[in-house]
């Protein structure tokens, strides 16, 4: 953060953002430089940035970037098993959609379909509706996409309109997933501290 901050008084950049970082290292790091945005995965089922540093990234006011907004296509529907997965699929190594886990997490995502059916949605777009309508101020989505239909489909998220009611129903549908997000340390940011 020294060197972005040197950096800055060069003149070379204007900006920095983070990624992956734990409130305390936010903190720690708008400080010594102030920061921009952080990128965190955020998704109706990894709420874990909820806990304490959304708050922190409001306080600092500072933008937060949520990549896999889909739940790298559970919310989707993309697929509902492991074997729908290519072989070689990183996300067969990650600890939500193993054996025991991918079931679970895709039955809870799959109670998003009633729902979107009653707002004549997709559920990935209600998915997406969910977190635009937690802060459409500070919260920017980038969903990943494999073609032009699913990114107009994402970009029409934002005329899906949800009431306070529906956003509790939503959550208590999908809680956030079992599983961590990665193997070993980095399943969990906050406790790398």
Known sequence: MQTFRALKEEGKIRFCGLSECSPSELRAA???????AIQMEYS???????KELLSVAKE????VVCYSPLGRGLLSGTFTTRD??????????QPRFGDSLID?????????????????CTTAQLALSWLLH????SLFLIPGTKSSTRAIENV????????????????????????DRYEGKWGQFENRI
């Open 30 to 36: 708008h400080k010594v430089f102030p920061v921009t």
């Open 44 to 50: 109706l089922q990894s709420r874990s940035i909820e």
């Open 60 to 63: 600092l006011n500072v933008a």
């Open 84 to 93: 729908q997965l290519a072989v070689g699929d990183w996300r067969l190594s």
């Open 104 to 120: 679970v997490n895709a039955s809870r995502a799959s109670t998003l379909k009633s729902i979107a059916e009653k707002k004549k």
């Open 134 to 137: 937690k802060d459409r101020d």
């Open 156 to 179: 029409n998220s934002v005329n899906v309109v949800l009431t306070e009611d529906d956003m509790k129903e939503i959550e208590a549908c999908v809680p956030e997933a079992e599983g």
